[in-house]
C-alpha cells in the first residue's frame, strides 16, 4: 500500500504516526513489539492444506450458503429469535482469505442486517484498509450470535450453543486462510476459555475441524469508547498480517515444491 494512503487510514483509526527529524513522517507507528504480542509463532499451519470434509462444488456451496441464510432468518433455537428483528448471517465474499469474527449484532445491524455498520462498522472498515483489505473484496465477516441480545447485552452461554454451529458451518463453507476474532466475546467464545483478552492477543490460535489459524484484538466498539487501546490493536492487526503473509508464502512455497 502508498505510504500516504496508509497514512491516511492509520490517522483515521486514531493512530498517532511517529515522525523521524531525520527523514520526515513514517507511516509506520514504531515497530517495537509490545508486551504479549510476540512475533509469529512458527511453523503457522496453513488453513488450506487438505484435510476435513470433501470439496463441494461451487453449486453445492451456493445451494448450502441459501439453506444456512434461510435456516438463520427462521430460527426459534435461542430467546433471541422473539426480540430479534432479523437473523444476520455475514457479509462478504464467499471465498474471502480473511474472516472477521464480532460478538453480535447491534441495534444498528439487527435493523439492516448487517454485521458491523455504523460507527464500529466504519472504524473496522479503517482498520482492515489499514493492512491492506476491504470488506468488499477480500474479507467476509460475521458474529458468533446471529441475532441481537437486548439491550446489547453479552450473549449467555446456551446462546452461544444455540448458535455457534452456524458459524461452523459458514467456515466449512468460506474455508478463510485466517480468522480475526475481535472483541472479548468472539474470542473467548472460540476459545472456550474465560481469560481475558489481553492473554489472548498476540499469538496464533485455531479453531474447528480444519484448525484455521486465528488472531484476536479489541472489538471497534471498544476501541471507540477506549481510544489509548487503538495503538495496541494496530500492532495486532500488524501480527496478523504476518501470519497471513507467512501461511500464503508457505503454501506458494509447498505448490514450488
Ligand atoms: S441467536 Fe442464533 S440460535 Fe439464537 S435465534 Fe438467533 S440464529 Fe437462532
Known amino acids: 500500500m502508498l505510504p500516504e494512503r496508509r497514512r491516511q487510514y492509520l490517522e483515521t483509526i486514531g493512530i498517532d504516526l511517529w515522525v523521524?527529524?531525520?527523514?520526515?513522517?513514517?507511516?509506520?507507528?514504531?515497530?517495537?513489539?509490545?508486551?504479549?504480542?510476540?512475533?509469529?509463532?512458527?511453523?503457522?499451519?496453513?488453513?488450506?492444506?487438505?484435510?476435513?470434509?470433501?470439496?463441494?462444488?461451487?453449486?453445492?456451496?451456493?445451494?448450502?450458503?441459501?439453506?444456512?441464510?434461510?435456516?438463520?432468518?427462521r430460527c426459534t433455537l435461542c430467546r433471541l429469535h422473539a426480540t430479534r428483528t432479523q437473523g444476520v448471517l455475514g457479509v462478504g465474499p464467499k471465498r474471502a482469505d480473511w474472516l472477521v469474527i464480532g460478538e453480535a449484532p447491534g441495534a444498528e445491524e439487527d435493523r439492516r442486517g448487517e454485521p458491523f455498520v455504523g460507527a464500529a462498522g466504519q472504524l473496522l472498515d479503517a482498520m482492515l484498509r489499514a493492512i491492506g483489505l476491504d470488506r468488499h473484496t477480500n474479507v467476509y465477516i460475521a458474529n458468533v450470535l446471529k441475532s441481537r441480545p437486548p439491550n446489547n447485552r453479552d450473549p449467555r452461554p446456551e446462546e452461544v450453543e444455540a448458535c455457534l454451529p452456524y458459524l461452523v458451518r459458514q467456515i466449512a463453507l468460506l474455508q478463510p486462510k485466517i480468522m480475526l476474532a475481535v472483541g472479548r466475546i468472539a474470542a473467548q467464545n472460540l476459545l472456550g476459555t474465560d481469560a481475558p483478552l489481553g492473554r489472548l492477543r498476540g499469538r496464533v490460535h485455531h479453531f474447528g475441524e480444519r484448525q484455521t489459524p486465528f488472531v484476536v484484538t479489541y472489538h471497534p466498539a471498544y476501541l471507540l469508547r477506549t481510544p489509548g487501546d487503538k495503538r495496541k490493536a494496530w500492532e495486532d492487526l500488524k501480527f496478523a498480517r504476518s501470519v497471513y503473509q507467512q501461511l500464503t508464502q508457505g503454501a506458494a512455497d509447498g505448490n514450488r515444491s
Do not use: F, I, M, Y
Open 20 to 73: 523521524r527529524r531525520d527523514r520526515g513522517a513514517s507511516a509506520e507507528p514504531p515497530t517495537a513489539t509490545p508486551a504479549g504480542t510476540p512475533a509469529p509463532a512458527h511453523p503457522v499451519r496453513p488453513a488450506d492444506e487438505p484435510r476435513g470434509p470433501a470439496v463441494v462444488t461451487s453449486g453445492e456451496a451456493a445451494t448450502q450458503w441459501q439453506q444456512l441464510l434461510e435456516e438463520v432468518r
